[in-house]
């Protein structure tokens, strides 16, 4: 999802309470909050000597310790304010890919990025999911899909890819 699509989200239901589902049936608690936005630039070398150039938003979402066992959630009107204020500082580029960074005590930290939402009754539930690790060298390297899954050692040193 680009984030000028998930603002368009925002704001067509902005009367919602937004939760996050970070794994299925699995949501980021009540008590979270948006602790920072990041506007990223990926600058890379992949492990086939290929170079690339993206940006990303990222948003961090965090759970308050002191605020656990809120029942209410975000509404999205304010998820929306505090995104518009971040973009008035430091503009968002609105056709970067989304990613949500979000951990707790029972999931590890990871970005995520957004997989779909629904909406449900009173409620807008953006469904998040983790991105696999891939090697962007296929070709260059020579790593074929099913030998990839039955193997890690396709990028070992010495192999020339890696």
Sequence with gaps: MKTQELLSLLKEHTDKSL?????SGRYVGAHYHITEVKNITIDSVDCGAGTDFWKETVIQLWESPS?????????????LGILNK???IKPMDPDTEVKFEYGNADFHTSQLFVKGYR?????????????QTD????????????????SESNCAPGSGCC
């Design 19 to 23: 939760l996050f589902e970070y794994a």
């Design 67 to 79: 605020e656990k066992g809120t029942r209410d959630f975000m509404k999205a009107f304010k998820a």
């Design 86 to 88: 971040v973009n008035r």
């Design 119 to 131: 909406v449900e009754n009173k409620r807008l539930i953006v469904q998040l999911a983790v991105e």
């Design 135 to 150: 090697c962007k060298a296929r070709e260059t390297c020579g790593v074929e899909v099913a030998e990839e899954l039955a």
